[in-house]
């Protein structure tokens, strides 16, 4: 076979085994009639023939029977119906299959072969993994040559379980051969990503997903248990990668979700990258959609004004909230920081940070649920956010905002604070 006529196995100029083949070899001259099964299968057979014999024994005499008494004795047909059924189990039921120790003692090529048998392939391939380096060459050249589809595959699952540079580098060519048939193609691929030993290299994998499509989810998935092994995951790093690799998407979003409010929250007002942001605030979103009840008051403990803070919680990027059903404590609790953040960027002379507190103040959907009406698509400033709060909140609430930024006795304020109803 071609998997096996190679210069390490066959020597052509003395018609023979090579002779640093480890496996040795028989030759064989003129015509073969007949082959004789490994030891190891021949025991096999011979042990499951009386049984296989005797069940069909079993069902020979229960048809006899069943014809001979059929319609006279409904007592004896039922006992022979019940011979067929223990009959029939005996003849063809399946042994356990071997054991690592009775396959131990194969050769390599004798154990490849098994393989390709589904009732073996998975011990087979255990005993093969064992064996290590030393039997890569000929997982090598049943990947690269084999005519069983199957068996190439799990030949491909062999040599990536084994690891090493060579075989690394042998299912990269694989991998990019346009000879060999699709489905070999995408093994070899998903043999490298089980050999990745980083999430960079992960990473650089799944540049790959288009061309290999099912390579997403074994690379979700490798990504998961990256994750898992460290203590403290960030939703940042999370989505960092399905925005690097936008088909991660739909592997990655449980785990994701499952971080939970705060960390999402984190990630929406500290990520570097503001696609970053906008993605976490989505994720909370969908959180609160789901019934969970902890994003609001997340959202509203991260935005939360603080006079003595030397920046804005948000600060190094937009400032994004999520699209949710607000109820009306916690988007009170919302707008009256924001209002308050605005008017602290006015004392500090940050004037270039306020367009993002004044565009996410006008929603309406966040007006509504605080009670206040809101300005719409008219540009406005301090003055006028003080102005809508204090009508909706009442002067007690714009007094406590003054206080907090030092600006209680300030004429300009003051006017407005007076102004009130």
Not at 148 to 154: Q, S
């Amino acid at each position: 076979p071609a998997r096996r006529n190679t210069p390490r196995q066959y020597d052509a100029k003395t018609f023979g085994p090579t002779p640093d083949n480890p496996q040795g070899g028989t030759l064989f001259e003129g015509k073969i009639s007949a082959v004789e099964p490994p030891a190891a299968e021949a025991e096999v057979a011979a042990a499951k023939t009386p049984w296989k014999l005797l069940g069909l024994a079993m069902l020979s005499t229960v048809g006899l029977g069943a014809i001979v008494t059929l319609g006279r004795n409904r007592k004896t047909l039922a006992v022979l119906i019940a011979m067929v059924v223990i009959g029939s189990g005996v003849a063809f039921a399946d042994d356990e299959g071997p054991t690592a120790e009775s396959l131990e003692k194969l050769d390599n090529i004798e154990l490849i072969d098994l393989l390709a048998d589904k009732k073996q392939a998975s011990v087979a391939a255990d005993v093969v993994i064992k064996r290590g380096e030393a039997i890569v060459p000929d997982l090598l050249g049943e990947a690269f040559e084999g005519n069983d589809v199957v068996l190439r595959g799990w030949a491909i699952v062999c040599l990536s379980e084994i690891g090493g540079d060579d075989a690394a580098k042998r299912l990269l060519e694989l991998q990019n051969d346009a000879k060999q048939p699709p489905i070999v193609r995408t093994w070899a691929a998903a043999g490298r990503v089980n050999m990745a030993k980083s999430s960079d290299e992960l990473l650089e994998l799944a540049s790959l997903i288009p061309q290999f499509p099912a390579l997403g989810r074994p690379i979700g998935k490798r990504f998961l248990d990256e994750m898992a092994a460290k203590e403290d995951v960030t939703a940042e790093e999370m989505l960092g990668i399905t925005l690097r690799v936008p088909q991660l998407q739909q592997s990655l979003a449980p785990a994701i979700l499952a971080l939970g409010s705060a960390k999402l929250v984190d990630a929406m007002a500290t990520a570097k990258d503001q696609n970053v942001r906008r993605q976490s605030a989505a994720y909370l979103a969908t959180l609160a959609q789901r019934g969970e009840d902890a994003v609001p008051g997340a959202v509203v403990t991260k935005y939360e004004f603080d006079p003595k803070a030397k920046d804005l919680p948000w600060a190094g990027g937009p400032l994004f909230i999520p699209g949710i059903k607000w109820g009306k404590e916690d988007a009170r609790a919302l707008v009256g920081d924001l209002v308050a953040w605005h008017l602290w960027c006015e004392v500090k002379g940050k004037k270039e940070a306020q367009q993002p507190i004044h565009n996410n103040l006008r929603s309406i959907q966040l007006a509504a649920a605080a009670g206040y009406q809101s300005p719409g698509f008219q540009q406005v400033g301090t003055d006028r956010w003080l102005q809508v709060w204090g009508q909706a909140a009442g002067k007690e609430e714009l007094q406590k905002i003054l206080e907090a930024n030092g600006v209680a006795d300030d004429a300009r304020y003051k006017k407005i604070l007076d102004g009130l109803e």
